[in-house]
């Protein structure tokens, strides 16, 4: 079976371009995951490569099957220049690391929390998973491999997370909306949730 990394490698830079930066972390038990930086214009974005080496399995499963299943990157989209958002390639490590470390399956409408700051001072403690396919398309593989799917991450301070437990990803997509939020700004205040 073919390595998936290399063609997920090139699906990234075809849609966004060549990395300027990147970076690797290997958490005990885990494959290595690595980062990547691309810069567009005033946005930076982050996007893990490794996550998607093996399939996402199903917590409830009593054996991870390595052949089927689920398959993602996670693509993290901020303003660049305006906060030391560099930091967050440790977390977008944990993160992609976590189906494996945790047994978890990312899909659009879940969300991660971190446990504190996505990067230093940030006013973000964790991300809801958007819809993938607007920015990088889906890397179709050989059957009976699924897909690759990027996952864009939006930013939730403690505030809209809490609000989004509650009330699910549409209404606080609608909120955001409603509001004009720039999910990229990385300094942004929460939205109205009154």
């Known amino acids: 079976?073919?390595?998936?990394?290399?063609?997920?490698?090139?699906?990234?830079?075809?849609?966004?371009?060549?990395?300027?930066?990147?970076?690797?972390?290997?958490?005990?038990?885990?494959?290595?995951?690595?980062?990547?930086?691309?810069?567009?214009?005033?946005?930076?974005?982050?996007?893990?490569?490794?996550?998607?080496?093996?399939?996402?399995?199903?917590?409830?499963?009593?054996?991870?099957?390595?052949?089927?299943?689920?398959?993602?990157?996670?693509?993290?989209?901020?303003?660049?220049?305006?906060?030391?958002?560099?930091?967050?390639?440790?977390?977008?490590?944990?993160?992609?690391?976590?189906?494996?470390?945790?047994?978890?399956?990312?899909?659009?409408?879940?969300?991660?929390?971190?446990?504190g700051p996505l990067w230093p001072g940030a006013p973000f403690t964790s991300v809801l998973v958007a819809e993938p396919g607007g920015l990088v398309e889906d890397l179709e593989l050989d059957a009976p491999l699924e897909p690759v799917r990027f996952l864009p991450l939006l930013p939730m301070t403690p505030n809209e997370a809490a609000w989004k437990r509650v009330h699910g990803a549409g209404a606080l997509h609608e909120r955001w909306l409603e509001s004009g939020t720039d999910l990229r700004d990385p300094s942004r205040r929460s939205v109205p949730l009154e």
């Open 1 to 115: 079976m073919a390595d998936v990394l290399p063609l997920v490698e090139a699906r990234l830079r075809s849609a966004l371009g060549e990395p300027d930066a990147r970076a690797a972390v290997t958490f005990l038990g885990t494959d290595r995951i690595e980062v990547l930086r691309f810069r567009e214009g005033d946005v930076v974005r982050y996007a893990t490569l490794g996550m998607s080496a093996q399939p996402m399995a199903d917590p409830a499963a009593l054996l991870a099957d390595p052949v089927l299943g689920p398959r993602a990157e996670l693509v993290l989209s901020v303003r660049a220049g305006v906060a030391d958002t560099d930091q967050v390639l440790r977390t977008l490590a944990v993160l992609a690391a976590s189906p494996q470390v945790e047994g978890v399956v990312l899909a659009p409408g879940g969300s991660l929390d971190v446990g």
